[in-house]
T-cell receptor
Framework: DAGVTQSPTHLIKTRGQQVTLRCSPKSGHDTVSWYQQALGQGPQFIFQYYEEEERQRGNFPDRFSGHQFPNYSSELNVNALLLGDSALYLCASSSDGFQETQYFGPGTRLLVL | SQKIEQNSEALNIQEGKTATLTCNYT??????LQWYRQDPGRGPVFLLLIRENEKEKRKERLKVTFDTTLKQSLFHITASQPADSATYLCALLNNDMRFGAGTRLTVKP
């Protein structure tokens, strides 16, 4: 049983560009959450998707958007990249929002130059 | 504003000793609290969850306490081993999920 997978593993972009990150949840999970983790910090919640809709959102600007597909996989899109968007982006899946164990993927390391 | 503080950035202990990590929070009423382990370059791995009406939870060498009056959780690793060296994160859950910055634990042989 594959766990949570994310692609790509690393990405380099320049300021102003747009990026799409992808996540496949653990088998049997229908909820996907995205987090941003800056170096030396804990993960910060971006948003959570359930039944193809954004169910909750953290304190992130509209430049951050997402999507969930019928097979529960998800994408995170970031527009107009800033230097400060450089971070490890983590995807986590669960079977019932935050109340059940979240399983994290290995993350996508994004560097904005 | 809501704040989550983990006792220190780094904690060094000798193998065999008990490691105790602290998570304090302010202006928050979590329904659940979770502890995760994170190794460099990897995603966090869930360890334990404790609910607001639970005082203590154990799993093998791990023990978590949750004091909603003190607004504090303690995370203990007994008989620590070098393989326990990692960053440990606490996360508070209510309507959303908020993580502390983590404590980097090093267990020396």
């Amino acid at each position: 049983d594959a766990g949570v997978t994310q692609s790509p593993t690393h990405l380099i972009k320049t300021r102003g560009q747009q990026v799409t990150l992808r996540c496949s949840p653990k088998s049997g999970h229908d909820t996907v959450s995205w987090y941003q983790q800056a170096l030396g910090q804990g993960p910060q919640f971006i948003f959570q998707y359930y039944e193809e809709e954004e169910r909750q959102r953290g304190n992130f600007p509209d430049r951050f958007s997402g999507h969930q597909f019928p097979n529960y996989s998800s994408e995170l899109n970031v527009n107009a990249l800033l230097l400060g968007d450089s971070a490890l982006y983590l995807c986590a899946s669960s079977s019932d929002g935050f109340q059940e164990t979240q399983y994290f993927g290995p993350g996508t390391r994004l560097l904005v130059l | 504003s809501q704040k989550i503080e983990q006792n220190s950035e780094a904690l060094n202990i000798q193998e065999g000793k008990t490691a105790t990590l602290t998570c304090n929070y302010t202006n928050y009423s979590p329904a659940y609290l979770q502890w995760y382990r994170q190794d460099p370059g990897r995603g966090p791995v869930f360890l334990l969850l404790i609910r607001e009406n639970e005082k203590e939870k154990r799993k093998e060498r791990l023990k978590v306490t949750f004091d909603t009056t003190l607004k504090q959780s303690l995370f203990h690793i007994t008989a620590s081993q070098p393989a326990d060296s990692a960053t440990y994160l606490c996360a508070l859950l209510n309507n959303d999920m908020r993580f502390g910055a983590g404590t980097r634990l090093t267990v020396k042989p």
